[in-house]
T-cell receptor, first 114, second 110 residues
C-alpha cells in the first residue's frame, strides 16, 4: 500500500479562521513532508519531519504550524492566512532515515483564502 | 544554490512521435526523480535514478541519468494522448530536500 491520504480535499477559509490540514500514511515511513504548490509551478518544500521531529523548516511564516502527533500522522495548522496562501498543499512521505528515498505524495488539499 | 532546469517547459506533439525532455542540475547528486502530475492532481512517482548511467523504462517512457554531465533525460516513444501531463524532475543533493525543476507540460494531440 503506497497511499498517502489527505483531508479535506478542498478548504475555503477567511483570513481570521483557524483550520487544520491532515495527512496520514500507513507505510511505516519515518519522514513526512509538507509542500505548497501554486498553479503551473513546482512544489515548494515547507517542512520536513524525520522520526516525528521537525528537521527542516523552510522559513515558513508562523501562520503555518506543523505538528506530527505520531509516526503516521502529520497536521498543518492554519491561522490568519492571507489570500496569497491560496494553493494546493501536498503531503508526502518517504521511508527514511536519510530522507533520500522516493517521496510518495498524497492527493493534496486545495486551499482558498478569502 | 542548487538549480534544476528543465527544457522545454511546454511541448505540443502529435501522437506517434518521439521526443525528449531534458533536466539539468547544477550540483553533485546521485539521485534523480521523475514525477508526473495531471491537472489538479497530485504527483505520481515515475522513476528513481540512483547512479551514473542508470536507465529505466516503463511503457513509452524511458529515463536516463548522466551524473558527470548532471543531465537526465525523459524520452517519450510513440506518444499517445494519455501521456498528456506535466512532468517534473527533482534532485536530492543529500540535504534532505527535494529540489524540483520548473516542470514540462506535455500536450499530445491526436
Amino acid at each position: 500500500d503506497t497511499e498517502v491520504t489527505q483531508t479535506p480535499k478542498h478548504l475555503v477559509m477567511g483570513m481570521t479562521n483557524k483550520k487544520s490540514l491532515k495527512c496520514e500514511q500507513h507505510m511505516g515511513h519515518r519522514a513526512m513532508y509538507w509542500y505548497k504548490q501554486k498553479a503551473k509551478k513546482p512544489p515548494e518544500l515547507m517542512f520536513v519531519y524525520s522520526y516525528e521531529k521537525l528537521s527542516i523548516n523552510e522559513s515558513v511564516p508562523s501562520r503555518f504550524s506543523p505538528e506530527c502527533p505520531n509516526s503516521s500522522l502529520l497536521n498543518l495548522h492554519l491561522h490568519a492566512l492571507q489570500p496569497e496562501d491560496s494553493a494546493l498543499y501536498l503531503c508526502a512521505s518517504s521511508q527514511g532515515p536519510t530522507i533520500q528515498e522516493t517521496q510518495y505524495f498524497g492527493p493534496g488539499t486545495r486551499l482558498l483564502v478569502l | 544554490e542548487l538549480k534544476v532546469e528543465q527544457n522545454p517547459l511546454f511541448l505540443s506533439m502529435q501522437e506517434g512521435k518521439n521526443y525528449t525532455i531534458y533536466c539539468n542540475y547544477s550540483t553533485t547528486s546521485d539521485r534523480l526523480y521523475w514525477y508526473r502530475q495531471d491537472p489538479g492532481k497530485s504527483l505520481e512517482s515515475l522513476f528513481v535514478l540512483l547512479s551514473n548511467g542508470a536507465v529505466k523504462q516503463e511503457g513509452r517512457l524511458m529515463a536516463s541519468l548522466d551524473t558527470k554531465a548532471r543531465l537526465s533525460t525523459l524520452h517519450i516513444t510513440a506518444a499517445v494522448h494519455d501521456l498528456s501531463a506535466t512532468y517534473f524532475c527533482a534532485v536530492d543533493p543529500n540535504t534532505g530536500k527535494l529540489i524540483f525543476g520548473q516542470g514540462t507540460t506535455l500536450q499530445v494531440k491526436p
